[in-house]
Each structure stands twice: as C-alpha cells, then as structure tokens.
T-cell receptor
Framework: AQKVTQAQTEISVVEKEDVTLDCVYE???????LFWYKQPPSGELVFLIR??????QNEISGRYSWNFQKSTSSFNFTITASQVVDSAVYFC????????????FGSGTKLNVKP | KAGVTQTPRYLIKTRGQQVTLSCSPI?????VSWYQQTPGQGLQFLFE???????NKGNFPGRFSGRQFSNSRSEMNVSTLELGDSALYLC?????????????FGEGSRLTVL
C-alpha cells in the first residue's frame, strides 16, 4: 500500500533558525517519484522539488535542501536560515510509474516562522 | 504564461444540491487532475483526464464525476451534496500526466455545504 507520513503537524521557529521537515513513504513499486509542495494561505500548491527513486543524490537550491534515503524510505526537507516568507504548509507526495497523476500526499506540516 | 484557473473560487450550497466546478489548465497542458482537500482527510485524488479520457480515478462515490473538453478545460460535478463534501477542490494540470510530471495547481474552489 502507498502511504506518505509527515509526523510533524506544526513547527514554530524563529527567523534565521534552520528547520527540517520529515517525510516517510511506503510503496512497493521500484520506480516512483517523490515531491515537495508548498501551500501558502492563498491555497494553490507550489512545486518545490521532484526526485525519482533511482536518484539518491541530495539536492540544494538556495536555502532549501533535500535528503533522500531509500534505506529509511525518507525524503526530508531542510530550510536553512528560515524567513517569515517560508511560513506555509508543506506537503510531501509520492507518485508511482503508470499511475497518471495520482499523487499520495502526506498530511502536511505547518511551518510558522516568527520574526 | 497564465496559470491554472479555477472557477468559482468560493461557493455555498445546501445538502441535496449539485455543483459544477471548472478548471482551465495552463495552455498546452493536456492532463488535468482533481484533488479534494479537507482538514480531516487531507489531500485526496479524485480523478485525472488526458485528451478527454479519464485515465485514473480515486476512491470516491459515483456522486463525484468529471469530464474534459477538447480544449483541455475540465469540469467536475458533485451531485446530491452532503455536509462532508465541504472542502477545497484543487485542480492541477501537467503536460503529459505521467507519474514523473510536475503538477501545476490552481488556487482551488472552496465549497461549503450547509
């Protein structure tokens, strides 16, 4: 069965702190894709990153970095030097080859960055 | 480049009524998928359309239906509304609709059922 778990419901940090959002997934497929999306108060989900199951290289994009570990079925997201504009709900998602945009989303982590 | 447009943004209905939501994808995108977001169940996949054909469907009752037109615009319909149908309905478009594709989401249609 496919499942994405984001155990952290809500996290509060002070600006400039580093924060890591956890994501654990379950799938039986060998070919799958992992995503992170950001949902600001306006509602739309904004794409942040995609990773396929064969690429375990960590990625860094500015203040954002992602750690993909197949051995622990985790795809964690770190924001370095957080800013107030990072406040949002962050979703981790899983899709499987041939499943036509049927994404399995985690329950989301609400990040509050205080000035 | 215009993003995904959903209409209406907000609507209020009463139990037993039906509702139709519209989604205009990004120009050139042929795949449209729909998701329901509620505080209790989170984001759940409803269905996906590509070139007017439904290719995938989530675990929702038959009261939830959709269609896609030749210009890739999509509509979803919910009949015999129930209180539990109150949710944010998100539409997403992508180029091919494969599992690896990035989804571009609209701002959603927030439905309240009284």
């Amino acid at each position: 069965a496919q499942k994405v778990t984001q155990a952290q419901t809500e996290i509060s940090v002070v600006e400039k702190e580093d924060v890591t959002l956890d994501c654990v997934y379950e799938t039986r497929d060998t070919t799958y894709y992992l995503f992170w999306y950001k949902q600001p108060p306006s509602g739309e989900l904004v794409f942040l990153i995609r990773r396929n199951s064969f690429d375990e290289q960590n990625e860094i994009s500015g203040r954002y970095s992602w750690n993909f570990q197949k051995s622990t079925s985790s795809f964690n997201f770190t924001i370095t030097a957080s800013q107030v504009v990072d406040s949002a709900v962050y979703f981790c998602a899983l899709s499987e080859e041939g499943n036509f945009n049927k994404f399995y989303f985690g329950s989301g982590t609400k990040l509050n960055v205080k000035p | 480049k215009a993003g995904v447009t959903q209409t209406p943004r907000y609507l209020i209905k009463t139990r037993g009524q039906q509702v139709t939501l519209s989604c205009s994808p990004i120009s050139g995108h042929r795949s449209v998928s729909w998701y329901q977001q509620t505080p209790g169940q989170g984001l759940q996949f409803l269905f996906e359309y590509f070139s007017e054909t439904q290719r995938n469907k989530g675990n929702f009752p038959g009261r939830f239906s959709g269609r896609q037109f030749s210009n890739s615009r999509s509509e979803m319909n919910v009949s015999t509304l129930e209180l539990g149908d109150s949710a944010l309905y998100l539409c997403a478009s992508s180029t091919s609709g494969g599992a690896s594709g990035e989804l571009f989401f609209g701002e959603g249609s927030r439905l309240t059922v009284l």
